[in-house]
């Protein structure tokens, strides 16, 4: 029987090579993601009666860079790759190869705004609900990126719409990237935009960062069971990944922020 199947494209990593300076489709989608966040950042904070004034927020796409940047890194080598980095330390600083952890750079997104919330003596859940806001921007152009490099693929599928990636077996899999564009992306930007649109979310600190948490975890953990685990680390127990249990922390915290906070209105 003859499965049908989408045939991924074949697209060079590097979208952009000048006099041998490279530029990959991956960056792009990190500038896109942050530029356009921070755009969304700026409207925010005009257009809502939230305790942070447009001038202080102006420094802060440094920190939120560098707290993905260096948050995102660790972390993959935390815990994704921790042996080999062992044995090669020097190989963390070479982030142009690849391996970046979302979890990791959730942490030190975290970990920028406490620092930056305290120095510019800003509400940190105020800060947080901001960046969460337009932190699903982010996750779709990476996502996309993740396709177009053909890397963070799904399992094996029989489904019409699985797509035959390059350097595989070529037998359809699920396009686990798109599912994750779409759910992490697209669907949760949107949850996130009727919470501030409709219930004015902006003006209880918190909520939003607490249903960011709770949402994105879901999808996550969702997806996992579609998406094909690390293949020098595969399953941890029976059908968990560690996407999975990195997750669940995630939805516990913010499902005890929604509930202390709700409490308390």
């Not at 707290?67 to 972390?75: C, D, L, Q």
């Not at 019409?160 to 779409?182: D, S």
Request: net charge positive.
């Amino acid at each position: 029987m003859i499965i049908p199947a989408i045939i991924s494209p074949v697209i060079n990593p590097v979208a952009i090579e000048i006099i041998g300076f490279k530029i990959h489709w991956y960056a792009i989608a990190y500038i896109l993601g942050i530029y356009i966040g921070w755009f969304y950042i700026s409207k925010l904070v005009k257009n809502n009666n939230i305790n942070i004034s447009s001038d202080k927020v102006e420094g802060l796409i440094l920190w939120i860079v560098m707290g993905i940047i260096i948050g995102g890194r660790f972390g993959y080598v935390i815990f994704y790759n921790i042996d080999y980095f062992s044995n090669y330390p020097l190989d963390i600083f070479k982030i142009w190869q690849g391996g970046m952890s979302f979890h990791g750079g959730l942490l030190g997104i975290i970990l920028s705004c406490i620092i930056y919330a305290h120095v510019k003596s800003i509400p940190l859940l105020s800060l947080t609900d901001l960046i969460a806001s337009a932190a699903p921007i982010g996750l779709f152009f990476g996502r996309i990126a993740n396709f177009i490099n053909g890397e963070l693929y799904g399992n094996e599928t029989t489904l019409l719409w699985g797509v035959i990636f390059p350097h595989t077996n070529m037998i359809p899999r699920h396009p686990t990237q798109l599912y994750e564009a779409l759910l992490e992306g697209l669907i949760l930007f949107l949850i996130l935009k009727i919470s501030i649109n409709k219930y004015r979310s902006l003006e209880y600190p918190g909520i939003i960062s607490s249903l960011f948490l709770i949402y994105y975890s879901i999808f996550r953990i969702f997806i996992e069971f579609f998406r094909a685990p690390d293949t020098h680390i595969g399953y941890l127990i029976g059908p968990l990944t560690t996407g999975m249990l990195l997750s669940i922390p995630m939805f516990i915290t913010g499902l005890y922020l929604y509930i202390k906070i709700k409490a308390t209105q």
